[in-house]
């Protein structure tokens, strides 16, 4: 058994521990043979994963038919296996084509499943674990060193003594963005409730992409470790030089970890995760006099860590990153659909703004830089880089409309939903979910930030929303 027990002021009685890891794949051949050609913007997004993490209570006493204690770790993980039938992608692995450009190769290699226990309630463990994003819940799983055994997708069930349940997600950002990862998530859920898999009408963003057999070459065992085809004998592909000036500006070309599709870190970094009341939300409106409460939430953390980091360091330049609002409006179930761009602060110093010019900057200044990124994956195709999006810049993650809360097990809504990035760069980030209060106006605000940063910003924030929790 593993300990997954952290810093932060936790102690061993909290500690989430491990027990049986095992593999769910699709409950008939599926995918096995086919090869989804991933897009320029998956590869551009490959080195980030989403942690997602749903806290369910547990059921009223007496209850024969609830939350997370009246049902069986079989119950949860039989339904598994249907589930992934349409989600045969997530049960495969990367491998690379001819030309050295990853691709997944639709196996039925599976998806991770574990069971985890914690030792105090969940009330506790929410209580305890501020202000860090609870990241024992979620499996810390990431693609590589070897490829070809690592699943994109794992999912974690914690059980807590007192008998609620939290369910973690470790989503590959391959695969597909925050909406896509929320569709997964929700359909997971459906499956334990009894519901039948879904049956889209595409699996993916670009159908022509899932191609038949024979795309990718066989692996000999010397090749496993790299992910090579024959026609490769040493080593990654060689990746060609490229122009910083026609490098988009949303994103930047890092190291990787050993293998992984991980970028190495330049900086400690350190995370943060606060909820913002649907009342302290409208105080920072009022103040800002922004329409949204992302706009308004993002120009008081942009204006603060301008001030924090000084003249030096100060971000005049920031990324956005907005995804599809509506889950029920897609047709596809995989794929990177998110919109990406940058706002400039060209002509003001964003540490000396007023709140409100920042807000109508980020509200009206967005330089959408989705499909440069695409052009420039596409002219590098073979030799693109290892890039990185969320951190090149200081970036702000815009989910508020994702309605995460819309979900339940057994009858039992969440209390508490949490999503989280890793694999971000030495400039931050900044994500803005939904807030589980039951007027619907709060926001859960999660950063990663360069270490020392977090507790001043925690203090900015208090200050302009008058406390926080």
Not at 136 to 156: I, N, R, W, Y
């Amino acid at each position: 058994m593993v300990s997954k027990n952290e810093g932060n002021g936790s102690t061993a009685e909290a500690a989430v521990t491990e027990g049986l890891m095992s593999t769910v794949v699709p409950g008939q051949m599926t995918g096995h043979g086919r090869v989804l050609q991933l897009t320029n913007l998956d590869l551009a997004l490959k080195l980030h994963y989403l942690r997602m993490v749903y806290c369910f209570p547990a059921p009223p006493a007496g209850s024969g038919d609830g939350g997370g204690a009246a049902i069986t770790a079989m119950e949860l993980k039989n339904p598994m296996f249907r589930l992934m039938e349409p989600y045969f992608p997530a049960c495969g692995r990367i491998r690379r084509s001819s030309s050295g450009r990853p691709v997944l190769k639709c196996n039925d290699g599976g998806v991770r499943f574990v069971e985890a226990r914690c030792g105090v309630s969940l009330a506790d463990w929410l209580e305890k674990k501020k202000p860090s994003p609870h990241p024992p819940l979620s499996p810390e799983k990431v693609l590589g060193p070897d490829l070809s055994f690592s699943p994109p997708v794992a999912v974690q069930f914690t059980r807590f003594k007192c008998g609620g349940l939290a369910v973690g997600f470790s989503w590959s950002h391959v695969l597909g963005d925050a909406v896509s990862a929320a569709i997964f998530a929700g359909n997971c859920f459906r499956a334990i409730n009894g519901d039948p898999p879904p049956q889209p009408r595409q699996l993916h963003k670009s159908p022509a992409r899932i191609e038949l057999p024979g795309a990718v070459a066989p692996l000999s065992d010397r090749q496993t470790n790299n992910m090579e085809d024959k026609t490769v004998t040493t080593g990654e592909p060689k990746k060609k030089p490229f122009s910083a000036a026609a490098t988009p500006l949303s994103v930047r070309a890092v190291d990787t970890v050993n293998g992984c599709w991980l970028p190495a870190g330049e900086v400690k970094m350190e995370s943060l995760s606060l909820e913002i009341s649907g009342d302290q939300v409208e105080v920072l409106r009022e103040k800002t006099l922004a329409r949204r409460s992302f706009d308004a939430i993002a120009a008081v953390v942009w204006r603060s860590l301008a001030r924090i980091r000084g003249a030096s360091r100060e971000p005049r330049t920031v990324t956005i990153c907005k995804s599809g609002h509506q889950l029920s409006g897609r047709s596809w179930l995989l794929g990177n659909d998110q919109a990406v761009g940058v706002v400039r602060a060209a002509e003001l110093s964003p540490a000396a703004a007023d709140l409100s010019e920042l807000a109508k900057l980020l509200a009206g200044g967005f330089s959408d830089e989705t499909p440069a990124i695409e052009a420039f994956a596409e002219a590098e195709s073979g030799g693109l880089p290892d890039l990185i999006l969320y951190g090149a810049n200081l970036s702000f993650v815009d989910l508020e409309d994702l309605p995460v809360y819309d979900v339940a097990v057994r009858g039992q809504r969440p209390v508490f939903v949490n999503f989280t990035i890793e694999g971000v760069g030495g400039e931050g980030s900044v994500l803005v979910l939904r807030g589980g209060g039951s007027d619907g106006g709060g926001r859960t605000v999660n950063a990663v930030l360069p270490r020392g940063e977090a507790a001043a910003l925690m203090r900015e924030l208090r200050t302009a929303c008058g406390g926080l929790s």
